[in-house]
């Protein structure tokens, strides 16, 4: 991991110590909360539909014990003893006083972590693979290049007041587990003739207006990576639109210019800029790196794999899920599961991130990571060691055997929480959960991906999930949208509206007539939902969803 230095400390207590200050003049009235908000925004702090809510930044997703320990501090000390972890990798506390939030910064700079940037039209908290630096895929670790990015965007000056808010998504693999089509930069590592360099990818973003990233630049030399990025943003600076926030982003930007003017703009723009570039940077990058040295890796049998593999079903079925291939022989990456069935998504309590941080202390090498998908990974296991953590895990309600399956849906806060959201998330995704453990269906599906957002800002990554469902308001009644085939991979693609939304009570049955629909359909057991759906296409999905207009086709067809 980074190791942070007394600068970063001095930062954080100076940037506390303000907010501290201003926290006090808006509780004794000298600032009205139109003048408090761009200031408690740009401190991570929002003010939600019942209480305000305090984003917390996991930088690229990676903790040690230690942080995850005072997560779970803070969550019993100043707010309701849970924590939610989100799509940006960031953890949220949803029930914070406002004259205790400075205290709750000074707690976390004590483990060096804070709410920097995790608001306002600026660079957001920088994402990466959650098997960053453990996956046998990878051609390098992403973690150190998004460092380098978050220090860079860290208060930079010119980037404060961006036309709208900025999200950058980094990988080490081909194999796409950050999402980097739907950001407004994703970077992917490449290595050409022993040269290491980057894929950028622009104007990507979901939300009212989505769609999927462009190449920008087919392989960037590494050196030239900061100057780049620093040309990107400042084209968009200059070029994004202010005069409608709905299409302030830089998707907006790319689609209204073509991609082909970005690209000149940029080019344009990075060779002003590329000489005062020095190579400072790429010495930091050095440094960087060898704060993320691989780990110590311990050499032992396997036996106790194995042995419980063989006897254990539970323990198996955990195994066939929520593992995955490790870069180092005997060891492999464990996802825990956030989402017990009917439970909320992305929740942690108090007592479950202790837990998750002394497993990690004594089975992982001090390390975990958030995922997007609101999991929480322990990167680096031997195989030894994973009955006794699938043990400890399920004593905990942590041991849910479903990453990858029907029941490991990602699901924004919704109406529960949100002031935005126009229909809630949280109870469909639990009802959904529930009713497919009730079936007993859940492995025979395998891999599919729901996602749900409670609106059009799809915080939920409804577009990307291979079944997608989106909350609407319908005249003050909650609607839900479906849409199907969207995909957060290398593949990446967004899903196709399958018609007329359901309601709260019907969208439950509809996504189970799906399900059902898919399993007659597929060409043998191994077929995915997504593979399925790519085959036959809409129509046969809907038909099922919607047996009325089939009927009504098949009798004007008949006549």
Same mark, same amino acid.
């Given at each position: 991991?980074?190791?942070?230095?007394?600068?970063?400390?001095e930062?954080?207590?100076?940037?506390?110590?303000?907010?501290?200050?201003?926290?006090?003049r808006?509780?004794?009235g000298s600032?009205t909360?139109?003048?408090f908000?761009?200031?408690?925004?740009?401190?991570?702090?929002?003010l939600?539909?019942?209480?305000?809510?305090?984003? *917390?930044?996991?930088?690229?997703?990676?903790?040690? +014990?230690?942080?995850?320990?005072?997560?779970?501090?803070?969550?019993?000390?100043?707010d309701?003893?849970?924590g939610?972890?989100t #799509?940006r990798q960031?953890?949220?506390?949803?029930?914070p006083?406002?004259?205790?939030?400075?205290?709750?910064?000074d707690?976390?700079?004590?483990?060096?972590?804070?709410?920097?940037?995790?608001?306002?039209?600026?660079?957001?908290?920088v994402t990466?693979?959650?098997?960053?630096?453990a996956?046998?895929?990878?051609?390098?670790?992403?973690?150190? *290049?998004?460092?380098?990015?978050?220090?860079?965007?860290?208060?930079?000056?010119?980037?404060?007041?961006l036309?709208?808010?900025?999200?950058?998504?980094?990988?080490?693999?081909?194999?796409?587990?950050?999402?980097?089509?739907?950001?407004?930069?994703?970077?992917?590592?490449?290595?050409r003739?022993?040269?290491?360099?980057?894929?950028?990818? *622009?104007?990507?973003?979901?939300?009212?207006?989505?769609?999927?990233?462009?190449?920008?630049?087919?392989?960037?030399?590494?050196a030239d990576l900061?100057?780049?990025?620093?040309?990107?943003?400042?084209?968009?600076?200059?070029?994004?639109?202010?005069?409608?926030?709905y299409?302030?982003?830089?998707?907006?930007? *790319?689609?209204?210019?073509g991609?082909?003017?970005?690209?000149?703009?940029?080019?344009?723009?990075?060779?002003?800029i590329?000489?005062?570039?020095? +190579?400072?940077?790429?010495?930091?990058?050095?440094?960087?790196?060898?704060?993320?040295?691989?780990?110590?890796?311990k #050499?032992?049998?396997?036996?106790?794999?194995?042995?419980?593999?063989?006897?254990?079903p539970?323990?198996?079925?955990?195994?066939?899920?929520?593992?995955?291939?490790?870069?180092a022989p005997?060891?492999?990456?464990v996802?825990?599961?956030?989402?017990?069935?009917?439970?909320?998504p992305?929740?942690?309590?108090?007592?479950?991130?202790?837990?998750?941080?002394?497993?990690?202390?004594?089975?992982?090498?001090?390390?975990?990571?958030?995922?997007?998908?609101q999991n929480?990974?322990?990167?680096?296991?031997?195989?030894?060691?994973?009955?006794?953590?699938f043990?400890?895990?399920?004593?905990a309600?942590l041991?849910?055997?479903?990453? +990858?399956l029907?029941?490991?849906i990602?699901?924004?806060? +919704?109406?529960?929480y949100?002031?935005?959201?126009?229909?809630?998330?949280?109870?469909?995704?639990?009802q959904?959960?529930?009713?497919?453990?009730?079936?007993?269906?859940?492995?025979?599906?395998?891999?599919?991906?729901?996602k749900?957002?409670?609106?059009?800002?799809?915080c939920?990554?409804?577009?990307?999930?291979?079944?997608?469902?989106?909350?609407?308001?319908?005249?003050?009644?909650?609607?839900?949208?479906? #849409?199907?085939?969207g995909?957060?991979?290398?593949?990446?693609?967004?899903?196709?509206?399958?018609g007329?939304g359901?309601?709260?009570e019907?969208i439950?049955?509809?996504?189970? #007539?799906l399900?059902?629909?898919?399993?007659?359909?597929?060409?043998e057991?191994?077929e995915?939902?997504?593979?399925?759906?790519?085959?036959?296409?809409?129509?046969?999905?809907?038909?099922?969803?919607y047996?009325?207009?089939?009927s009504?086709?098949?009798?004007?067809?008949?006549?």
């Open positions: 991991m980074y190791h942070y230095t007394d600068f970063d400390a930062f954080l207590a100076t940037r506390n110590a303000q907010f501290r200050a201003q926290v006090e808006r509780i004794d600032l909360e139109d003048e908000k761009p200031l408690r925004l740009m401190n991570g702090l929002y939600q539909l019942h209480a305000y809510m305090l984003r *917390v930044a996991i930088p690229y997703g990676t903790l040690n +014990g230690a942080q995850m320990h005072k997560l779970a501090d803070i969550a019993d000390k100043w309701k003893g849970y939610h972890f #799509t960031n953890i949220q506390y949803n029930w006083e406002l004259r205790d939030v400075p205290d709750m910064l707690a976390l700079a004590e483990v060096n972590l804070h709410a920097i940037q995790t608001s306002g039209n600026t660079i957001r908290n990466a693979d959650h098997f960053a630096g996956a046998a895929d990878e051609v390098a670790d992403p973690r150190p *290049v998004a460092e380098l990015i978050r220090q860079w965007s860290t208060d930079h000056p010119e980037f404060q007041f036309p709208r808010k900025f999200k950058v998504a980094v990988t080490g693999s081909a194999n796409d587990r950050a999402v980097i089509k739907a950001h407004d930069i994703g970077l992917r590592i490449l290595e003739d022993g040269e290491i360099g980057y894929e950028v990818i *622009v104007g990507g973003g979901l939300g009212r207006t989505p769609m999927i990233g462009k190449v920008l630049n087919e392989f960037l030399p590494q900061l100057p780049y990025l620093e040309a990107i943003v400042s084209v968009y600076n200059l070029l994004g639109r202010r005069d409608n926030k299409k302030a982003r830089i998707k907006i930007t *790319v689609h209204e210019n991609i082909d003017d970005i690209r000149a703009r940029v080019e344009e723009r990075f060779a002003l590329r000489p005062q570039f020095t +190579g400072v940077d790429q010495q930091m990058l050095a440094r960087i790196e060898a704060d993320f040295a691989q780990p110590s890796y #050499t032992a049998s396997d036996d106790p794999f194995r042995n419980a593999y063989q006897h254990d539970l323990f198996r079925s955990w195994a066939d899920t929520n593992i995955s291939e490790h870069r005997g060891y492999a990456i996802s825990i599961s956030l989402k017990a069935h009917g439970k909320t992305g929740d942690a309590s108090s007592s479950q991130m202790r837990l998750m941080a002394e497993l990690a202390k004594r089975y992982g090498h001090d390390e975990l990571r958030i995922s997007h998908e929480v990974i322990m990167p680096h296991v031997h195989r030894a060691d994973l009955p006794s953590v043990s400890a895990l399920r004593a309600g041991g849910t055997a479903n990453i +990858g029907i029941s490991d990602i699901a924004c806060p +919704g109406m529960d949100c002031a935005l959201a126009t229909a809630r998330s949280i109870p469909v995704a639990q959904i959960a529930t009713r497919f453990d009730e079936l007993k269906l859940e492995h025979d599906v395998g891999p599919l991906k729901i749900i957002s409670g609106c059009i800002n799809a939920g990554h409804h577009h990307v999930g291979h079944i997608g469902i989106l909350g609407l308001d319908r005249a003050g009644v909650e609607n839900y949208q479906i #849409t199907l085939g995909d957060g991979t290398e593949d990446a693609a967004l899903g196709e509206r399958a007329p359901f309601s709260a019907a439950v049955p509809a996504i189970e #007539t399900v059902l629909t898919y399993l007659d359909l597929r060409a057991p191994s995915t939902f997504l593979q399925t759906y790519k085959r036959l296409g809409l129509a046969p999905f809907k038909a099922a969803l047996p009325e207009d089939q009504q086709k098949d009798r004007a067809n008949a006549a």
